[in-house]
């Protein structure tokens, strides 16, 4: 029996660097093109550190300790892909393993193309992000509230 009301649970995590640069993952599902930061679904029975955990495992193949709460959505998000609600929860992470991923300089640079789905990361200065970097409007938010409390403005 379908949900009567189906909720879509994210969790999200705001890296920064030891080289102060956040952490950006240009995405393209299905010929839908966006940039976001890395984090995806709260799947049935985990809790949302655990989540977020999980997902940048299989996204960037790195281990993050998950810090303080940055955002959560507080308005109504219909997703971009189905009929569900979005509630979005950021936290700020630090890796705690190395990178193994190769670094673009320029969005939507992928690999592969002969997939419906393709990622690449990009790493942007501290001093260099704004808001318009990221195409979902709770990234925009998380990102402005992350940037309040990282260096006391907003771009």
Do not use: W
Not at 64 to 90: A, G, K, P
């Amino acid at each position: 029996m379908p949900a009567l009301y189906p909720f879509n649970v994210r969790v999200y995590g705001i890296l920064l660097t030891e080289n102060r640069e956040i952490l950006i993952s240009d995405e393209q599902e299905f010929g839908t093109r966006f940039s976001k930061f890395p984090g995806g679904g709260l799947e049935y029975g985990e809790g949302l550190r655990e989540a977020l955990r999980r997902e940048y495992m299989e996204e960037c193949s790195v281990d993050i300790e998950v810090l303080d709460h940055i955002y959560t959505t507080d308005f109504y998000e219909r997703s971009y892909f189905n009929d569900s609600q979005i509630l979005s929860v950021y936290y700020r992470v630090v890796n705690k393993t190395p990178f193994q991923l190769s670094f673009k300089t320029s969005a939507f640079d992928f690999d592969l193309l002969e997939s419906d789905v393709l990622q690449s990361f990009r790493l942007v200065k501290l001093e260099d992000i704004k808001v318009d970097d990221l195409t979902f409007r709770t990234d925009r938010i998380a990102l402005e509230e992350f940037l309040k409390k990282e260096k006391g403005l907003v771009k």
